[in-house]
């Protein structure tokens, strides 16, 4: 069940995506990639909240490959392929930066001990 992009920025088109678990990237109405999208929410000590986006393969018969972005911080993104080497901790690989506080190393994984 692909999910429209025209209302991304929408928060209850984010709310359908992630209940549906499948997001559709088209161009004029054709879909190019189906893939999963799982949002982790992530805090900084300052009290900003973001989410670290993970996108994977759904397609069969293609190659694996997964992608992580940040959202509501600024930094790096990572994709990996069933080649690539995956690094222990994504979210400081990505080196994210908190556009209030504007420090580094302050965010972290909001449900995690």
């Known amino acids: ?23 559709a990237a088209s161009s004029e109405g054709r879909p190019k990639v189906l893939s999963t999208v799982l949002w982790e929410k992530l805090v900084c000590e300052c009290g900003r909240t973001g989410y670290l986006k993970l996108r994977e393969d759904a397609q069969p018969l293609s190659g694996t490959w997964e992608s992580y972005s ?11 392929t069933s080649s690539g080497n ?13 556009p209030q506080c504007s420090q580094w190393g302050k965010v972290k994984y909001a449900n995690r001990a």
Do not use: Q
């Not at 069940?1 to 997001?23: D, E, Q, R, Y």
């Open 1 to 23: 069940m692909p999910v429209s992009l025209s209302g991304a920025g929408n928060p209850n088109t984010k709310c359908a995506m992630i209940a549906s678990g499948l997001f």
């Open 70 to 80: 940040l959202e509501g911080f600024e930094g790096g993104s990572l994709t990996i």
């Open 86 to 98: 995956i690094p222990g901790d994504k979210l400081a690989y990505l080196h994210p930066l908190c």
